[in-house]
């Protein structure tokens, strides 16, 4: 263990502090952002998808890179996690398509996209919706002519039934 100040450094801090200068060249483009003692896992964040692969690929290497510069077997195991995304401060440069930049702006901050998706769902074709009664309405009470007309289409049924 390694001392700071005279006071002991943990292995977690160890190990992720030493990580730029034990990396070789790969500190420059994974960064390490924690390490768990107790699983030797050491998690690396690639600053780029093609680098998190070339990470997940050299992940064996750097275990035994690692362990060896450190004198000792504390790291286990190197978990790439990806890159984080871009934030959207980021500008979108001039060349990209107004499309384009439009779609990388996330909708809730995007007010156009929220409104043309709006005006969209408006303008498509739906179900009429008078043909089909809501499930929720409540069937209208029969008048009572109402009532006395289905008892007559219901006799005249009964009588050309008969008579057939």
Request: hydrophobic content about 45%; aromatic content about 6%.
């Amino acid at each position: 263990m390694t001392e700071f100040y005279g006071w002991p450094l943990p292995e977690d801090t160890e190990v992720v502090r030493q990580w730029a200068a034990l990396g070789g060249s790969l500190p420059a483009e994974l960064v390490a952002v924690s390490f768990d003692p107790a699983s030797g896992v050491l998690s690396l964040r690639g600053k780029s998808i093609a680098w998190s692969t070339h990470g997940r690929l050299m992940a064996d290497r750097i275990v035994q890179d690692m362990n060896k510069a450190l004198g000792r077997n504390l790291v286990s195991k190197v978990v790439i996690l990806p890159p984080q995304p871009a934030s959207s401060s980021v500008p979108v440069p001039a060349w990209v398509p107004h499309a384009f930049a439009a779609a990388t702006r996330s909708a809730h901050q995007d007010t156009r996209l929220a409104d043309t998706l709006r005006r969209q769902s408006e303008s498509a074709p739906h179900e009429p919706t008078h043909l089909f009664p809501s499930t929720t309405e409540q069937p209208a009470a029969a008048s009572p002519a109402d009532a006395v007309r289905a008892r007559a289409a219901a006799r005249a049924r009964a009588d050309r039934d008969w008579q057939a």
